[in-house]
């Protein structure tokens, strides 16, 4: 029997659509917990009568996790000069893993009956990027 599913075929996990119960149950016992731990929030940055903490980092913090929950988190954008230079990346990215891939498949043993190449690559190996 073979293993394993056929592409698109999706075997056991929930039906879609389901919720997941376990995020509900964790939701619902941190619930009566929501407004204080807020409060608590406001104090550590010092926005109350009471004295915040005495540490800067975890009033940011107590800051940061406040803004978060009332405004949601920031979404992180990745802008460039040129539209090409994604591009770039991406082949530049490509250069590092071919070589690297190759390096390590160089110092794996050979198989049996298997030659090396005249240029020294062994079969199977990915070419070398384009300079």
């Given at each position: 029997?073979?293993?394993?599913?056929?592409?698109g075929?999706?075997?056991?996990?929930?039906?879609?659509?389901?919720?997941?119960?376990?995020?509900?149950?964790?939701?619902?016992?941190a619930?009566?917990?929501?407004?204080?731990?807020?409060?608590?929030?406001?104090?550590?940055?010092?926005?109350?009568?009471?004295?915040?903490?005495?540490?800067?980092?975890?009033?940011?913090?107590?800051?940061?996790?406040?803004?978060?929950?009332?405004?949601?988190?920031?979404?992180?954008?990745f802008?460039?000069?040129?539209?090409?230079?994604?591009?770039?990346?991406?082949?530049?990215?490509?250069?590092?893993?071919?070589?690297?891939?190759?390096?390590?498949?160089?110092?794996?043993?050979?198989?049996?009956?298997?030659?090396?190449?005249?240029?020294?690559q062994?079969?199977?190996?990915?070419?070398?990027?384009?300079?």
């Open positions: 029997m073979p293993r394993g599913s056929a592409p075929e999706r075997r056991g996990g929930r039906v879609k659509g389901t919720p997941n119960r376990t995020g509900a149950d964790v939701r619902a016992l619930a009566p917990y929501g407004a204080p731990a807020v409060a608590e929030l406001a104090r550590l940055a010092g926005l109350t009568d009471a004295p915040g903490a005495a540490n800067e980092a975890t009033r940011v913090i107590a800051l940061r996790e406040l803004l978060d929950r009332a405004f949601g988190k920031p979404s992180q954008h802008t460039t000069e040129r539209e090409s230079s994604i591009v770039a990346l991406h082949l530049i990215a490509a250069k590092a893993v071919s070589a690297e891939l190759n390096s390590e498949l160089a110092r794996a043993p050979l198989i049996e009956g298997q030659a090396a190449r005249p240029n020294g062994l079969p199977g190996l990915i070419a070398p990027a384009l300079e």
